[in-house]
T-cell receptor, first 115, second 115 residues
Framework: NAGVTQTPKFQVLKTGQSMTLQCAQD?????MSWYRQDPGMGLRLIHY???????DQGEVPNGYNVSRSTTEDFPLRLLSAAPSQTSVYFC??????????????FGPGTRLTVT | AQTVTQSQPEMSVQEAETVTLSCTYD???????LFWYKQPPSRQMILVIR??????QNATENRFSVNFQKAAKSFSLKISDSQLGDAAMYFC????????????FGKGTHLIIQP
C-alpha cells in the first residue's frame, strides 16, 4: 500500500492563479480530509468528505473547493490564490467517520507559497 | 466548539531523561478520543498514542505514556528514556462526536533533546 499520497510536494503560485492539490489513498477509506498548517499553529480543517459524492466544510473553507467523485481521490482546488493561503497542506484519510478514534493517516504534505 | 491548548511552546530534555508535555482540552461531547502526534523535520504526521475517553486506564506505547485526567480535561504525554530521534513537534489532538468534523489540534510543543 502506498497509503496517502499528495502531489505536488512543493508549489509556488502567483496571486490570482488557480491550482489543484492532489490527494489519493489506496486503503479504501471512507473518510478523507484536508488540513492546513501555518507557523505556530496546529493543523486546521479545511474540508472533509465522508464518502464519494459527499463533502462538507471544516473550520477554514474560504477560498477552497473540493469534490469526491471516487473513494480514492480527494482533490483540493484553490480558486484564486492569495498570499494568506501560503501554508503546508495535509491530506488525511481514515477507515470510517462513524466511529471516533479510527486512526487518521496523513499524507506527506504540500508546501505552497503564494507570492 | 471544542478546543485544545498546549501551553508549552518549547521543551528541552537531556537524552535518557524523562519529559512530560502538557495538553488541556474542552469539549461538550461525552464520546471522544485524544491523540498525540509527532511531526519530525520531515513534516510527516505520525501517531504516537491515543486515548478513548471512556477508558480509565492510561494508554501506553513502549516509552510513551499518557496521564489522562478526565475531570480536569487534561491529557499529558510522558516520554521516558528520551532519544535523539524523539526531537520533533508534538501535537495534542481531539476528535469527538461522530468524528466527521475531523481533528482539533493544539498549537504544538517543540521538543529538543540535548545529547
Amino acid at each position: 500500500n502506498a497509503g496517502v499520497t499528495q502531489t505536488p510536494k512543493f508549489q509556488v503560485l502567483k496571486t490570482g492563479q488557480s491550482m489543484t492539490l492532489q490527494c489519493a489513498q489506496d486503503m479504501n477509506h471512507e473518510y478523507m480530509s484536508w488540513y492546513r498548517q501555518d507557523p505556530g499553529m496546529g493543523l486546521r480543517l479545511i474540508h472533509y468528505s465522508v464518502g464519494a459524492g459527499i463533502t462538507d466544510q471544516g473550520e477554514v473553507p474560504n477560498g477552497y473547493n473540493v469534490s469526491r467523485s471516487t473513494t480514492e481521490d480527494f482533490p483540493l482546488r484553490l480558486l484564486s490564490a492569495a498570499p494568506s493561503q501560503t501554508s503546508v497542506y495535509f491530506c488525511a484519510s481514515s477507515y470510517s467517520w462513524g466511529r471516533v478514534g479510527h486512526e487518521q493517516y496523513f499524507g506527506p504534505g504540500t508546501r505552497l507559497t503564494v507570492t | 466548539a471544542q478546543t485544545v491548548t498546549q501551553s508549552q511552546p518549547e521543551m528541552s530534555v537531556q537524552e535518557a531523561e524523562t519529559v512530560t508535555l502538557s495538553c488541556t482540552y474542552d469539549t461538550s461531547e461525552s464520546d471522544y478520543y485524544l491523540f498525540w502526534y509527532k511531526q519530525p523535520p520531515s513534516r510527516q504526521m505520525i501517531l504516537v498514542i491515543r486515548q478513548e475517553a471512556y477508558k480509565q486506564q492510561n494508554a501506553t506505547e513502549n516509552r510513551f505514556s499518557v496521564n489522562f485526567q478526565k475531570a480536569a480535561k487534561s491529557f499529558s504525554l510522558k516520554i521516558s528514556d528520551s532519544q535523539l530521534g524523539d526531537a520533533a513537534m508534538y501535537f495534542c489532538a481531539l476528535i469527538s462526536g461522530g468524528g466527521a468534523d475531523g481533528l482539533t489540534f493544539g498549537k504544538g510543543t517543540h521538543l529538543i533533546i540535548q545529547p
